[in-house]
């Protein structure tokens, strides 16, 4: 495991009620603008903090929660998940999943984690239908606040929406979403 990978052992505190209060996944979803009805890939999904309310707002549509880590899906599983979440683990960068075949992709606190982020935006691009949305929030190196994965490990809004261009993706909305957590909203070119 790299040394930058979550530690499942800290899994408890990524579905506590003030991580809820501070990034509210209903703002998310509002922020991704897609419909009930339709799929979304919560990759890097860990124990599950933003696939339940999507499954809930996906109504007939689906979630699919993918995720490395076979600890943290089993601790998903764990909370009984909904028909419409389908679990899926993944490799570091190869997903079993269709071309064309999901409407929005989000990545929370994953970025800093990928290993080489260039070849993830390309799978998820293979993925996505084209003009698919894609929202990644993750931390921001230069915030003064003492808390989250190291800074060495932090990746800039800077880079991460150079990388997004780099991979066929159009930046759409970019933000500082929370004192140490920077969120960008676009989507695939077609
Ligand atoms: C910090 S946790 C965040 C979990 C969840 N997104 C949340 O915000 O609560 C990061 C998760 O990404 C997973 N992960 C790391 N690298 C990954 C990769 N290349 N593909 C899929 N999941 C990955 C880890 O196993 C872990 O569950």
Redesign the pocket.
């Known amino acids: 495991m790299s040394h930058k ?2 530690d ?1 052992s800290r899994a408890e505190r ?2 506590a009620a003030e ?1 809820y209060q501070e990034l509210k996944p209903d703002i998310i979803l509002q922020k991704l603008g897609i419909r009930s009805g339709n799929t979304i890939l ?9 696939t339940f309310p999507a499954a809930v707002a996906m109504g007939e549509g689906m979630v699919i929660a ?4 076979d600890e ?1 899906l089993s601790l998903l599983k764990q909370r009984n998940t909904p028909e419409n979440i389908q679990i899926l683990k ?4 190869k997903m079993d999943i269709e071309d064309d075949s999901v409407d929005a992709a989000v ?4 970025y800093h ?3 080489s982020p260039l070849d ?1 935006l390309a799978e998820i691009h293979r993925t996505l239908k084209p003009g698919g949305k894609i929202l990644i929030l993750d931390w921001d190196p230069q915030s003064e606040k003492e808390r989250g994965p190291a800074k060495v490990h932090r990746v800039t809004k800077a880079q991460a929406m150079k990388d997004l261009k780099a991979a066929g993706f159009t930046v759409e909305n970019h933000e500082s979403y929370t004192l140490d957590m920077w969120m960008i909203v676009g989507h695939s070119n077609a």
């Open positions: 990978k979550f499942p990524l579905i991580r919560d990759l890097g999904c860990g124990n599950g903090f933003f993918a995720d490395i880590s943290m993944v490799d570091e960068v990545l929370i606190a994953l984690e990928f290993k993830n």
